[in-house]
């Protein structure tokens, strides 16, 4: 069917469509025409025409694709290695500046072990928040050249930071040993680097480096950048109209750093300050924001990215979604580093995003299955800088699409598309994928990317990393004890406020 050369056609027929504001339970059966990478037409039995592939979705529920907010791939390889790690003992042991100069094989290789897996699971955009170290093109080469390699969407940041100091160093005891101290302190960078590096990246390989590839800006927290870095970031997103991201708030331990005597009252001003607070930020976890941060982020137009997985799992507690919702704060969702998350799985992240809020509000309210799947769609489209670009079904927009299989034991009876997505399914009945038109996973397997060559290619490479990791484990040893004192020191900072939940009267 169709001409050789033409733009590629493609008829979805049959499926039932998810549409946002349409009936989000018994979701009609509506076709798609998707003409290159955009969607052309939603109608009833549409004609074939001169179409280049006709896909059958009848008895297939179809979504917009899924978008990955906050996501690190620089640890893949670390994935199920830590367990028990409060945050800053945690970082220590996944950052990549301590593990030294890594192959650009593994580069690639990690790289596309998460791209592969996002796609499984429906994500068809990824946002990248990307520590390079050492600051090497190559490695932002090898690492876009893999995204494009697998097909998938993805929203590009070099992580930027010229304050090396754990987070957790203003409470470390007074007496540890110069040397201890310095491992805490870290080596600074100069902030004019930082920004030259990133600058030189976009200026050459441009604004889009493929049709599926943008940027973003992606300073690492305020209180690891100088206010000459913070600003010369606000300068090129100006400059580009690119977004920011940051992780703000991640910790009781960050908040707690900021309130002491002689700190800032707040990281939000900091942000303010260099001209951060806009509607172009996304705002990473905002776990630990009082009452009067959260108006101040709806008040900018800022949104913020929910990682609630990797705030579980590093024990960072849970973030006041109730609140932000009634400030008004658009809330996206992010899946977080392999290592402090494990997965890159949105199904588990709308799923805790409806859940959590219980644990501090016994009430019903306003997080339902259908909020959660704009969060995960709308929102991260937002987030991302390509909002009216994806998220949706509509005509006009990128055809970035989910096919589910509705035979699977998740939908069946199938009572309603919102609430099975989020509470019942987990990614197994992602039967096809597109990303802009093109299809990336068919019959729940991956187009570009042969997942058993992968599998073999990164056994080959692990049992180095694993050993590595152990090396790290072994020089840190000696930080466990300061670092979990520091973390109890930090708790005689009052806040006014919890993010723990039936913590009793001690």
């Avoid at 902030?191 to 940027?215: N, S």
């Avoid at 305020?222 to 997103?237: D, F, H, K, Y």
């Avoid at 299989?405 to 987990?426: G, H, T």
Wanted: glycine share 8%; hydrophobic share 45%.
């Amino acid at each position: 069917m169709g001409n050789s050369g033409a733009v590629p056609r493609i008829l979805i027929r049959g499926g039932r469509v998810y549409d946002h504001e349409g009936d989000v339970h018994q979701p009609p059966q509506t076709d798609i025409l998707i003409a290159g990478e955009t969607i052309e037409r939603l109608g009833q039995s549409l004609p074939a025409g001169d179409v280049t592939e006709i896909i059958d979705a009848a008895g297939k529920l179809v979504l917009p694709g899924f978008v990955n907010a906050h996501y690190h791939s620089h640890d893949v390889m670390a994935k199920g290695l830590f367990e028990e790690m409060p945050f800053d003992i945690w970082t220590l042991h996944s950052n990549p500046a301590n593990y030294g100069p890594r192959s650009l094989e593994e580069v690639r290789l990690r790289t596309l072990i998460g791209a592969a897996e996002s796609l499984r699971n429906g994500i068809t955009t990824i946002q990248d928040f990307l520590t390079v170290e050492p600051q090497d093109e190559a490695i932002v080469d090898a690492v876009l050249s893999a995204y494009e390699e697998a097909g998938i969407r993805v929203v590009f940041a070099i992580a930027a930071r010229d304050r090396a100091a754990l987070d957790i160093a203003p409470f470390m005891p007074p007496d540890l040993p110069e040397a201890v101290r310095k491992r805490v302190a870290g080596s600074d960078r100069k902030a004019r680097d930082e920004l030259d590096f990133i600058a030189a990246q976009i200026k050459r390989l441009g604004l889009r480096p493929t049709p599926r590839q943008t940027w973003a800006l992606a300073p690492s927290a305020p209180q690891r950048c100088s206010q000459q870095l913070l600003e010369g970031i606000a300068a090129l997103s100006r400059a580009h109209d690119l977004p920011v991201f940051t992780h703000v708030y991640e910790t009781r331990i960050q908040a707690a750093a900021a309130r002491r005597e002689g700190s800032v009252s707040s990281l939000l001003d900091v942000l303010a300050a260099a001209g951060l607070l806009t509607e172009k930020l996304g705002i990473v976890h905002g776990v630990w924001l009082t009452t009067d941060e959260i108006a101040q982020i709806a008040e900018a137009g800022s949104c913020v990215i929910h990682n609630p997985v990797s705030n579980l799992k590093l024990k960072s507690g849970v973030a006041p979604i109730l609140d932000l919702h009634r400030a008004g704060v658009d809330i996206a969702l992010g899946c977080d580093n392999y290592s402090c998350a494990e997965t890159q799985n949105i199904f588990i992240a709308m799923r805790l995003l409806c859940l959590l809020p219980a644990v501090t509000d016994p009430a019903p309210g306003p997080i339902s299955a259908a909020y959660a799947l704009k969060a995960a769609t709308l929102a991260g489209a937002r987030a991302v800088g390509l909002s009216n670009a994806i998220g949706a079904i509509k005509p006009g927009m990128m055809a970035d699409l989910i096919i589910l299989d509705l035979n699977e034991s998740a939908f069946v009876p199938f009572n309603s598309a919102a609430r099975q997505i989020v509470f019942s399914e987990s990614g197994r009945a992602v039967e096809t994928v597109l990303v802009g038109g093109r299809p990336v996973v068919r019959g729940g397997k991956l187009v570009a990317i042969d997942e058993a060559a992968l599998a073999v290619a990164v056994e080959k490479i692990a049992p180095a990393f694993r050993r590595d990791a152990q090396a790290l484990a072994d020089r840190n040893a000696d930080l466990m004890a300061p670092l979990l004192s520091a973390g109890r020191e930090a708790w005689k900072v009052p806040l006014g406020f919890e993010r723990y939940i039936s913590r009793g009267s001690s």
